[in-house]
């Protein structure tokens, strides 16, 4: 078996991205797979990768190169009959929020009540009637960037208008990555390991310029009050790992904060089982799920997903459940379960 991983470092040379790659060439070696880096940017992309039983493909959404051609490629490679990662009932909803409600739609998942409007007009005479504050947000970006809280009908005329006339950039923002930052810091050591980031942040600022404006459409979500966390919780294949975020001081939004809570004992049970469910539904290979409790009516409510998640060594010290729901107390190898997730 050949495996082909996908990576270009004249394009995307992301020191995280060129970290990942290279764990997932010591799984393929661990079990023993053969592998080539490959470019998958070339004209010949097709005639290249076809040349592979598996084709792995990173797909970063801040690269307006991937973003354009990533699930093309990766799709026309499947359709020959070839294994990919991530394949199309995985890859098609990346990065698109409003692709991910019509995915939980489908199949009625548990989300916070959602809307989105194609015309000014209709999107302003809903306001007009809807409670707020309402939760606003562009298809695109991660880590609550791109994502606003609307108090009133003002702030939504006014974001409607924009949304309906040039638009937003969805480029990550300086300002408010370093706000974020600073709101989740709770001593010197971690502000002084993520300033150590921060080339690495107006690096994939700087590639990000290439995307264009989001325009032309609403999309809104429910907003649910009253948390002080959200569930971040990953499933690959019959695995399944949680943690809990902490909302920013004076904010709504816990993505992306980095400050985190590893304690299984309060992760709700329901809903492992209902990612396990989700994730089976939807046939996704590899998938993360943000929750929140809606203290209304005690429910847990997906209000996003990606295949494409961040990882961190230290989460794979703190257990896993199968999808029979037991716990396993025991370090994983997140990278190893990629290649098993595909063959």
């Known amino acids: 078996m050949k495996i082909a991983i996908c990576r270009n470092p004249k394009i995307w040379n992301h020191p995280d991205f060129i970290r990942l790659t290279d764990n997932i060439a010591q799984a393929c070696e661990r079990k023993k797979l053969y592998y080539e880096f490959v470019d998958p940017y070339s004209s010949d992309a097709i005639s290249q990768l076809g040349k592979f039983d598996v084709v792995i493909w990173f797909i970063q959404n801040f690269l307006w190169a991937d973003l354009m051609e990533a699930r093309s490629v990766l799709n026309a490679i499947e359709r020959i009959g070839k294994k990919v990662f991530p394949n199309q009932s995985t890859n098609w909803h990346f990065d698109d929020k409003i692709a991910e409600m019509y995915a939980f739609q489908s199949i009625n998942a548990p989300i916070p009540d959602s809307f989105v409007f194609y015309s000014q007009e209709t999107a302003l005479e809903f306001f007009k009637g809807s409670k707020f504050p309402i939760v606003a947000k562009l298809r695109c970006g991660s880590g609550a960037n791109n994502v606003r809280l609307i108090k009133n009908y003002t702030q939504a005329e006014r974001y409607t208008k924009k949304m309906f006339g040039k638009g937003v950039n969805p480029s990550p923002s300086l300002l408010f990555k370093a706000t974020s930052k600073a709101k989740s810091s709770h001593d010197w050591k971690i502000t002084i390991s993520r300033l150590k980031k921060l080339p690495q942040f107006l690096y994939t600022r700087r590639q990000s310029k290439l995307m264009p ?55 709700p049970l329901k809903i492992i089982e209902t990612s396990f469910q989700v994730s089976k539904a939807l046939d996704l290979q590899c998938i993360a799920f943000d929750y929140i409790h809606d203290k209304r009516t005690d429910e847990y409510k997906i209000v996003e997903m990606s295949y494409g998640f961040g990882y961190d060594e230290f989460e794979a010290h703190n257990g896993y459940w199968d999808n029979s729901l037991t716990f396993h107390q025991e370090t994983f190898s997140f990278y190893d379960w990629i290649i098993e997730s595909i063959l």
């Open 213 to 267: 404006n989001e325009k032309g459409y609403v999309y809104l979500q429910e907003y649910i009050p009253d948390n002080s966390t959200d569930y971040r919780v990953k499933v690959i294949g019959n695995h399944c790992w949680a943690f809990q975020r902490k909302v920013r001081k004076n904010d709504f939004r816990a993505s992306g904060s980095g400050d985190l809570i590893f304690d299984n004992k309060k992760i």
